[in-house]
């Protein structure tokens, strides 16, 4: 599926730009977060870690999203592809993680019988996903759209690639 505009109203360009730079301040703020709060954090595998290396686990990721989404931005200003490339393989990897994230975390509440806690957290957690997964698709068509311009900026008017070869 591929859209042709971002909410109805803006170009993908600046959906694309509007989702990196949302990237980077949630980012920014994810990192101040888990530092400052004293919330015990926890992985889904490993629940054994100790609280300061899950910290510096989650912290690097945040780090690598602020880089990924600088790329993106950049890319897209310089319509450049190979730059935007990471956000949009990676991206697509964090909505699966994301998704699988919300259903355990929902399903452990609801075994730990904090049921208003699980639905709340199921419900929000889902229309997370549907956002994410919106403006992931926002960046892949505007990804797919310079592929196709610069794929028929090397065709002639015959749709055959020019040669530039002189016999």
Known sequence: MQLT???GCYSLKAGTLFTGVLGIILSILSLVMIFTLNVEW????????DQSIVRIIFA?????TILISMLLIIGAVK???FMML????????????????????????FVNQLVINGILWLVV?????????YLWLVVYSYFQ???????NSRMGPYGRPYNYRRP
């Open 5 to 7: 505009s971002c909410c």
């Open 42 to 49: 926890k992985t889904i595998l490993i629940d054994v870690v």
């Open 60 to 64: 690097i990721n945040l780090c690598m």
């Open 79 to 81: 319509r450049n592809t």
């Open 86 to 109: 990471p956000w949009v393989v990676l991206g697509l990897i964090l909505a699966v993680g994301l998704l699988v994230s919300v259903i355990y975390t929902s399903i452990m509440f």
């Open 125 to 133: 957690g889902l229309i997370a996903i549907v956002i994410y997964t």
């Open 145 to 151: 759209q310079l592929r196709y311009d610069k794929l």
